[in-house]
């Protein structure tokens, strides 16, 4: 049985080959060009930098006993490493390289709910499913048909029962970058129903695959993805910038909306939604430049709504909105990864003041 969320419908937005080098690559970031609009916010902590990790994606999580933690996964070093929301320090690190579960070979994406952790392991080419807080291992799934998975979402279809997301990046050719025939990015996108046993079995089954296969709205190299189930949305980035990088609007469904948001200038990665209600708030973005920019919509219409950055802040891969009160952090913080060695943090209220937004979404 998955442990109801403590935080209500917060859990399902916290929530992005064999060699160990990226198959993504791109150019290094360039500065960030600036414009008037840019409004530049302080980073409340930045962690201690650990070099090697080459840390992703992250969640928030709160514990029984009102701390939170954040747990990121170190893509390099093949563990998680976990660190407390209010001061940034870093606590422990969870597992190591192999392919035994419990142990990882790349992990990239990240996403929690209730009590159940995913991971997603691209160079093992799966999926496991961790009970916190003690990450005892559950099981993995998916290796039958992930080639190259990195991004994950996941929310609830019905009580007990999760349906999980997944961006599966696999390419003709990772050292050319060349892509697959246009027909098979139809299965960029892989649906998993999820349920856990009262006595801890894991069941995961295959739904089904997405992904549009026209030129505009087609997902050539993906990785974060996130969704919305009161707008019926999906976000998902486009990280090939020989099109534009950018998010393309999805429903729920797996059908692209027509629908893609202004050009991103370097890299479009992590993708947080700040839920202020029920049904308002805001996206935020990262375009992954040095220093990175955030970019803030609206939650409803997609209307941009701002752009900031931190003073340090940069190469930012996955980010995650933690909206609920904390000792350091009482309307909620948003929380990112700078330059693979570190976690930043910038308290919700600082960024809304810098970009004028929803007085309700302060408090």
Request: hydrophobic fraction near 45%.
């Amino acid at each position: 049985m998955i442990r109801k969320c403590l935080i209500g419908g917060l859990c399902a937005v916290l929530l992005a080959a064999c060699s160990t080098a990226p198959l993504h690559t791109s150019t290094p970031p360039a500065p960030a060009p600036k414009t008037a609009a840019d409004a530049i916010v302080p980073e409340a902590w930045v962690s201690e930098p650990v070099p090697g990790d080459e840390l992703d994606s992250l969640v928030a999580w709160p514990t029984e006993d009102g701390t939170v933690w954040l747990i990121a996964t170190a893509k390099a070093t093949h563990h998680l490493a976990l660190y407390d929301a209010d001061t940034g320090q870093r606590l422990r690190t969870v597992g190591g390289p192999g392919t035994a579960v419990g142990q990882f070979n790349r992990p990239n994406g990240i996403a929690v709910f209730g009590d159940l952790l995913f991971v997603a392991e691209r160079d093992n080419h799966r999926v496991q499913a961790f009970r916190l807080p003690e990450f005892a291992p559950l099981g993995a799934f998916g290796a039958d048909v992930l080639r190259a998975p990195y991004g994950l979402w996941v929310h609830e279809t019905a009580p007990g029962e999760l349906e999980l997301l997944v961006t599966d990046s696999f390419m003709a050719d990772f050292r050319t970058m060349t892509l697959p025939p246009m027909a098979e990015l139809a299965g960029r996108v892989k649906r998993f129903r999820v349920s856990v046993e009262d006595g801890g079995k894991l069941e995961a089954s295959l739904l089904g695959q997405f992904g549009d296969t026209g030129p505009a709205g087609a997902l050539r190299m993906v990785e974060s993805i996130a969704g919305d189930p009161v707008h019926a949305r999906l976000l998902i980035a486009e990280e090939d910038r020989r099109v534009g990088s950018t998010l393309r609007d999805y429903s729920l469904a797996g059908q692209y909306r027509r629908h893609s948001l202004p050009t991103f200038d370097a890299d479009a990665e992590g993708i947080a939604l700040w839920s202020c209600s029920a049904e308002d708030g805001y996206w935020i973005a990262v375009d992954q430049l040095t220093p990175t920019r955030f970019r803030v919509f609206d939650r409803a219409t997609l209307a941009p709504a701002g752009v900031f950055s931190g003073r340090v802040t940069a190469n930012t891969d996955g980010e995650a909105v933690y909206a609920m009160p904390t000792p350091r952090f009482p309307a909620g913080a948003l929380f990112a990864l700078h330059n693979d060695v570190s976690l930043a943090a910038f308290d919700l209220r600082d960024i809304g003041h810098a970009l004028g937004l929803r007085e309700d979404c302060l408090r």
